[in-house]
């Protein structure tokens, strides 16, 4: 799948433009988050949240207002955690991916090899919603990154048309 590969090329060129201004997107703003120096495009009209718990920073970008519903159905989490307990980031990116893909219906796989990130993608279908996920280390830092992009499967369609915008143009900092 393409796509996954542009998101990547797009992460590993995030150190270079993390000091300087991001290209403005007609119909999105850019929010950053200075934890994992990472920048995210968010459409307008949709929200954004971080949420730091220990070494893990989670960010959000969702139709719906988590912080009044305490939930989301259409939206992209992304999740980065600096070594992940005992595990190699890269081998941790493995065995997550194969027990986030366990009990779902599995629409398709990729591997991901884009500078120091390595990892896993995959899309699958579960209970109703359709899910985007990428589980990728970074080599060099052994920092293991989790990123959803999900949508009930009836507005798939239309939401894929936003969230492969978003998922392409998804810049973490390759020191991180």
Known sequence: MRVIRSALIAACLGSAIW???LPPQEGYRWERVPE???AVLV???????????GET??????????DETGKFE???????????GAHDSEDYATVFLDGFAAGKTLLGTWEIHQGPFVGRGCRVEDEGSVLHTLAFANSKTNTFCLAI??????????AWRIGE???KMLYIDDEI
């Open 19 to 21: 000091s300087q201004e």
């Open 36 to 38: 994992v120096k990472a």
């Open 43 to 53: 459409p307008v009209g949709w929200h954004f949240k971080v949420d730091k718990r």
């Open 57 to 66: 920073v989670g960010y959000f970008v969702t139709r719906e207002n988590v």
């Open 74 to 84: 259409t939206g992209l989490t992304v999740n980065v955690m600096r070594r992940p």
């Open 149 to 158: 992009f999900e949508a009930p499967k009836a507005l798939w369609g239309d």
């Open 165 to 167: 915008r978003i998922v």
